[in-house]
């Protein structure tokens, strides 16, 4: 967590997130069996919150009408 807080708009835009996104983003995060693997999931979390945008594998598809 304090490698994330210290990413400010990282965090900023993480902390604001619904708690849907949040959980399953932390789970994600802390349920990998590795060390790398968590560490490598911790970093595209970080990324992607502060690019403002959910992670991939928790992004919902926009459905075609």
Not at 23 to 45: F, G, I, M, Y
Not at 47 to 64: D, H, N, Q, Y
Request: hydrophobic share 40%; glycine share 2%.
């Amino acid at each position: 967590q304090a490698r994330f807080e210290a990413n400010q708009p990282a965090w900023a835009w993480f902390s604001k997130a619904a708690p849907s996104y949040r959980r399953p983003a932390t789970w994600w995060v802390v349920s990998a069996k590795q060390e790398a693997t968590r560490e490598r999931r911790l970093t595209q979390l970080i990324e992607c919150s502060a690019a403002e945008t959910t992670i991939p594998s928790l992004t919902r598809p926009v459905g075609k009408k």
